[in-house]
């Protein structure tokens, strides 16, 4: 019996140490840590722009507007009208370009995720069908309560004992099966084809969806084609081998006999206001929804906090592995913290929120990834310098010095080798090509350019997913251990 209140102490006490200076949840540790890896990067973040930068901004763009507009009309029919295209394509350019000039890590690409979807349609049957309560404001609570929510796992250190067993390998088969999905969404989209287009058209859309992904990897070769094109030619089309492609498929079906199909097309809204009827602005009252359901509302938001938290992780972790060869330091309690916000801010505004998106956040990395040469020996340290193979060596300065000094002017001394170069990835870590694509997409949000999108087929959707798989499915590890 008296062991009892003596284990009782010890937990206690090995409770307690992990609140104390250096402990897993001492309060603000990370925090304080990941401010101070901010403002070592930050003004370096905004001195690497080239067409590298560019070629990644527009890449992106279309990987994640398009995509995103799916989860729309997903959305759309599964909330009842009360989220549609505008919102989603708001939401996107929104918080991409909050994290792109705050984040402690902007490769990390944001947008609305098919997971939160199949939540909201969930949240809204039961508000609508079971409880007889508003949807808009009941979310918007429950995205306020997880931004608290956020704020506390940023603030004692999550990151730590929720991340430390996630390794490269964890990650890789994260990002094999994004890709299957990918290629599962490029066949649901053509499913749904089959289900609302005539047969020929159908057929057409089949076409087009192969057809845009097949010459996307054909132009993503264009390096390769020496000496049939230019160097800078050839770079172009490899940069932009995607945007190519999908404006070219989006223009055949206006050709020739094609045009007199019925094919089917993104559905866009006509005016900048939300997709509701019933709402005339992007703003919810929430504080008109009963004092109980404010309270109630806290179960969805731990849901939330559980999702968003986990998948934005898993994300950064993602675009940052060893092959890609970041340097700079992240911040993964600060963007945490960053990510409640704008949780918080999309319930407000009535619109749905936005966090780290797979495949696109890697393939961000991916695009921006180049070779540099440095010394074999010097290759495995991070803070070695970098010696382009422009730059000259240093071994023949100090071998005529040692010639001039030599007693004998007719005995030179026999010069050291010259060292053994390495070539090795590296990311141009910026915060350019994040900040294009959100102000892009922003662009979108006005009725011009949404009835832009509306010209997009839908088989031009399906044949993105599959380049987006392919190209996931290229860079990744896994299968080569196999085949």
Excluded at 129 to 136: A, G, Q, R, W, Y
Excluded at 285 to 313: K, N
Excluded at 379 to 402: N, R, V
Aim: hydrophobic residues 45%.
């Amino acid at each position: 019996m008296p062991e009892k209140p003596q284990a009782k102490a010890s937990w206690l006490a090995t409770v307690s140490n992990q609140f104390r200076k250096g402990g897993k949840l001492q309060p603000f540790r990370l925090l304080r840590q990941d401010i101070h890896n901010l403002r070592s990067r930050y003004v370096s973040d905004w001195t690497v722009f080239n067409q590298l930068v560019v070629a990644s901004a527009v890449y992106v763009f279309f990987t994640n507007i398009l995509p995103g507009i799916t989860f729309a009309n997903d959305l759309f029919v599964l909330t009842g009208e009360s989220w549609g295209t505008i919102e989603v394509v708001f939401s996107t350019g929104l918080c991409g370009l909050i994290f792109s000039l705050f984040s402690a890590q902007p490769l990390t690409i944001l947008g609305v995720t098919g997971p939160f979807s199949v939540l909201a349609e969930n949240m809204y049957k039961l508000c609508t069908n079971n409880f007889h309560v508003p949807f808009l404001p009941v979310m918007a609570w429950s995205l306020i309560h997880s931004a608290w929510m956020h704020y506390l796992l940023a603030i004692f250190n999550a990151h730590d004992y929720t991340m430390q067993y996630v390794t490269n390998f964890s990650a890789d088969i994260f990002s094999l099966l994004n890709s299957v999905i990918y290629f599962q969404k490029a066949s649901l989209e053509l499913k749904r084809n089959h289900d609302n287009v005539p047969f020929d058209a159908f057929l057409y859309s089949i076409i087009g969806a192969f057809g845009t992904c097949l010459l996307a990897i054909f132009l993503s070769t264009a390096l390769e084609w020496k000496p049939l094109f230019g160097r800078i030619v050839r770079m172009g089309l490899a940069e932009y081998a995607a945007a190519i492609s999908i404006i070219f498929f989006i223009g055949v079906p206006y050709m020739g006999e094609l045009a007199n199909l019925d094919h089917e097309r993104l559905s866009t809204s006509k005016t900048f206001r939300p997709t509701s009827p019933t709402r005339d602005t992007f703003f919810v009252r929430f504080w008109e929804l009963p004092l109980e359901w404010v309270f109630i509302s806290i179960i969805p938001g731990l849901i939330i906090t559980v999702l968003f938290y986990f998948d934005h992780e898993i994300s950064s972790i993602i675009c940052t592995v060893e092959r890609y060869g970041v340097r700079k330091p992240g911040g993964y309690a600060w963007d945490i913290v960053l990510l409640g916000t704008t949780t918080a801010l999309c319930g407000i505004l009535g619109i749905p929120p936005a966090n780290g998106l797979l495949p696109q956040a890697p393939l961000h990395s991916e695009s921006l990834r180049h070779w540099v040469e440095v010394d074999a020996e010097d290759s495995d340290s991070d803070s070695s310098p970098l010696t382009t193979a422009s730059s000259p060596a240093s071994p023949s300065s100090s071998s005529s010095s040692t010639t001039l000094s030599s007693p004998d002017l007719n005995t030179t001394t026999t010069p050291p080798p010259p060292k053994k170069k390495k070539l090795i990835p590296r990311v141009h870590e910026q915060r350019y090509s994040p900040l294009l694509q959100s102000a892009l997409i922003l662009v979108f949000i006005s009725p011009p350019f949404q009835h832009l999108l509306g010209f997009t087929p839908t088989s031009v959707l399906a044949g993105l997913f599959m380049y987006m798989g392919y190209q996931s499915l290229s860079v990744n590890p896994i299968l080569p251990r196999f085949f």
